[in-house]
């Protein structure tokens, strides 16, 4: 395996790991930037599935994101390298924190500065949905549109499980691809 590729993934990893606050939504829109319009390494459609499978599988979906990616980029050594360089600033910061914590529970400075980062972290949320809905939306399937449409409204406005929501999704693609395949063979 090209050592040059997998110190690039972990390194990649590394980095915006070590300065995304905000939960694992943020750290998908970048890695996007990163494997997709920097490096090239990943196309728009390939990332939004492995961000579809990153969501849908359990556990953090920054830690999914980054065995997915891993994974397609270099297989198991990919995802080795992928999930250290994702684990590991975590790691060490929450570690560092926790060393701390009653001096930053009570600073008015510690508290500020999040209440600011909440913001921040709204707008990359906004940037993602933007970017992934419009890339849907350019795919100009209307299948995928109504979904899309659909799962919006039913967690927003009905407030309905996201499970069922990803389940329908995964039903909906399984479904999808039988047809698919059916009127290939026919």
């Not at 990943?42 to 556990?59: R, T, Y």
């Not at 009570?106 to 940037?127: D, H, K, P, R």
Request: hydrophobic share 55%; charged share 15%.
């Amino acid at each position: 395996m090209n050592k040059k590729i997998l110190s690039n993934i972990f390194l990649s990893t590394l980095y915006l790991s070590s300065f995304t606050f905000g939960g694992g939504y943020v750290i998908v829109t970048l890695l996007k930037k990163k494997f997709v319009d920097e490096l090239h390494w990943i196309d728009q459609q390939e990332m939004l599935d492995l961000v579809a499978i990153a969501q849908s599988s359990p556990g953090a979906i920054a830690v999914n994101g980054a065995i997915v990616v891993g994974y397609k980029l270099a297989r198991l050594p990919g995802v080795i390298c992928a999930v250290l360089g994702a684990v590991i600033p975590p790691f060490v910061i929450l570690t560092v924190i926790s060393f701390f914590y009653t001096a930053f529970k009570e600073n008015f400075i510690i508290q500020a500065m999040l209440n600011g980062m909440t913001a921040g972290v709204g707008a990359v949320i906004l940037s993602v949905v933007y970017d992934m809905g419009g890339d849907v939306v350019k795919g100009k399937d209307p299948l995928l549109i109504i979904l899309m449409a659909a799962s919006f409204i039913a967690a927003y406005f009905y407030h309905v499980n996201v499970i069922f929501i990803i389940l329908a999704a995964a039903l909906t693609g399984i479904g999808k691809t039988i047809i698919r395949k059916l009127r290939n063979e026919a």
